[in-house]
């Protein structure tokens, strides 16, 4: 399969496009930056705005969109699987180049594989993909963001416990792992929306209007939050590395994932780029998380989260033209 590039004559029109897409949602974060950088906001209610994201609203847009899901056409494992099979591919790769590169102890290249892999499709992913594919790419997209934390979070508790020499049992973080997937509040609002599609439940009145004004608020108020959170983040000594987990992420993931999904499988390269561009997104909260819950590489996954949003503004952009806007 051949990518096809707009003409020379269509080319200011379909940069225009693709402009369109990315550039409210980098102003957003950059207006949330700027706040918090000259005090128009205070950097203490950052975690609150993300908070109220992850817990409230995300949910609730999860919950509606659950609701009137196609199931035959969302969980494609054609799209699905080569999504996470370059998650596992970058984690394996960063983990393995932080080991015998950057001559890291094992719990700290785990760390850094799971900067490379853990994208974030949420605050991130769900703006750009709305704005860049409309409601057409958001059951597929949704459906990939449902398994997302518990896989990815599972997997990198298990391969942690794995390397480094001072951890506990495997059984305890899997467990713990499975624990807090079950506590997600995103994971609940996607579970009760998939039991309310299996009943045929209809929203109306208060409780339609209720989680439709919670849903409408979850792109200014995560990529305000986001940009905000910015502010933590400093690159130091580690900017190779974070380099490194940042290209990762933002480009060998969604070629291993095209790779699999249009030559290997076969599948139509306009729904193939629903799973694309989403394993394009730049890093999530949760690789930070990560690394302060084992203390491993902290410094290294606070600075791919900001370099690798910060390049994303550059790489979606070229994702974009590759992959049709």
């Known amino acids: 399969m051949s990518f096809e590039f707009p003409s020379r004559i269509g080319f200011p029109s379909f940069m225009l496009s693709v402009l369109n897409v990315i550039a409210p949602v980098f102003i957003l974060i950059g207006l949330g930056y700027l706040a918090v950088r000259v005090r128009f906001y205070p950097q203490e209610g950052v975690r609150g705005l993300i908070a109220y994201v992850n817990n409230f609203a995300t949910p609730c847009l999860l919950f509606r969109a ?13 799209i699905i699987g080569p999504f996470y099979i370059g998650a596992v591919a970058v984690l394996t790769i960063g983990a393995l180049t932080a080991h015998h590169l ?10 850094i ?24 790419a958001m059951p597929i997209v949704y459906s990939i963001i449902g398994l997302h934390a518990p896989i990815l979070m599972t997997l990198g508790m298990f391969v942690m416990e794995l390397a480094r020499r001072d951890g506990g049992k495997v059984s305890g973080a899997l467990w713990q792992g499975l624990r807090k997937s079950l506590a997600n509040p995103i994971l ?19 409780p339609d209007e209720v989680t439709l004004l919670l849903a409408s608020t979850v792109m200014p108020v995560a990529l305000f939050g986001l940009g905000g959170a910015l502010n933590e983040y ?23 994932a095209w790779v699999v ?11 193939a780029r629903y799973g694309v561009l989403l394993a394009a ?11 302060t819950f084992y203390n491993r590489a902290m410094d290294v996954a606070a600075n791919t989260i900001l370099l690798s949003t910060v390049l994303s503004l550059f790489t979606i952009t070229g994702w974009l033209l590759i992959l049709g806007a």
């Not at 950057?102 to 760390?111: A, D, L, Q």
């Not at 609002?189 to 109306?204: D, K, R």
């Not at 999904?261 to 729904?271: E, T």
Request: glycine share 12%; net charge negative.
């Open 66 to 78: 659950m609701l009137d899901v196609d199931f035959s056409t969302a969980f494609n494992i054609t």
């Open 188 to 206: 609940i609002g996607i579970a009760l929306g998939l039991v309310g599609n299996l009943f045929g439940l209809q929203l109306s009145g208060l």
């Open 261 to 271: 999904m249009v030559p290997i499988l076969g599948v139509d390269p306009h729904i």
């Open 234 to 256: 400093r690159l130091g000594d580690t900017w190779v590395a974070a380099l490194m987990t940042s290209g990762l992420q933002l480009i060998v993931h969604p070629a291993i």
């Open 113 to 136: 594989g799971f900067s490379a892999m853990f994208t974030n499709t949420v605050l991130v992913g769900i703006p750009i993909m709305q704005r860049a594919y409309g409601d057409e």
């Open 281 to 291: 997104m730049p890093a999530g909260i949760n690789v930070y998380i990560f690394a």
């Open 102 to 111: 950057f001559k890291r102890r094992p719990g700290e290249s785990v760390s």
